[in-house]
């Protein structure tokens, strides 16, 4: 099996100055929202590189950052192009300090999120974080999040 990461290059809204997950800049200050924000969508992992005809194996959302998240963490969806996932509870804790780098944060190098992908719809991956799922007056500061899409490679 290989894999593939890449920061997304575009979200659906800005109200968090959500351009400032697009990259590892170490700082978790930025990225900053609660409860009372809309959900976010990512998209345009335009570093994604997956050969035609692979297989995928697995999607996994990893971030970088740290929360106050009170008593429930964000929640993350995926979309191949066609479908939404379910919604996945985050792995770990996220009411940790100091800032800790979560691989994954959501999903496994095995998990499909219950979707069918291709090289084509996992190159086009869409995340969606639902704060919904964060207790009133819970907080994320994250410094980053990106896609790892684990595949094998087609026969030659």
């Given at each position: 099996?290989?894999?593939?990461?890449?920061?997304?290059?575009?979200?659906s809204t800005n109200t968090v100055t959500a351009s400032n997950?697009?990259?590892?800049?170490?700082?978790?200050?930025?990225?900053?929202?609660?409860?009372?924000?809309?959900?976010?969508?990512?998209?345009?992992?335009?570093?994604?590189?997956?050969?035609?005809?692979?297989?995928?194996?697995?999607?996994?959302?990893?971030?970088?950052?740290?929360?106050?998240?009170?008593?429930?963490?964000?929640?993350?969806?995926?979309?191949?192009?066609?479908?939404?996932?379910?919604?996945?509870?985050?792995l770990a804790i996220l009411r940790k300090r100091p800032v800790?780098?979560?691989?994954?944060?959501?999903?496994?190098?095995?998990?499909?999120w219950g979707l069918s992908w291709d090289a084509t719809t996992?190159?086009?991956?869409?995340?969606?974080?639902?704060?919904?799922?964060?207790?009133?007056?819970?907080?994320?500061?994250?410094?980053?999040?990106?896609?790892?899409?684990?595949?094998?490679?087609?026969?030659?």
């Amino acid at each position: 099996m290989a894999d593939t990461i890449s920061f997304p290059t575009a979200a659906s809204t800005n109200t968090v100055t959500a351009s400032n997950l697009f990259a590892d800049d170490g700082t978790a200050t930025t990225g900053i929202w609660d409860s009372a924000h809309a959900d976010i969508t990512l998209s345009s992992f335009s570093s994604l590189s997956i050969p035609a005809g692979a297989t995928i194996d697995g999607i996994e959302v990893l971030i970088e950052g740290v929360g106050n998240t009170q008593a429930g963490d964000p929640e993350v969806k995926v979309y191949n192009g066609s479908s939404w996932s379910s919604n996945k509870v985050f792995l770990a804790i996220l009411r940790k300090r100091p800032v800790t780098a979560y691989d994954p944060g959501w999903g496994a190098n095995n998990d499909l999120w219950g979707l069918s992908w291709d090289a084509t719809t996992a190159a086009g991956i869409q995340i969606q974080i639902d704060s919904s799922t964060m207790a009133s007056g819970g907080r994320m500061f994250l410094d980053y999040m990106s896609v790892r899409v684990t595949y094998t490679a087609a026969a030659s």
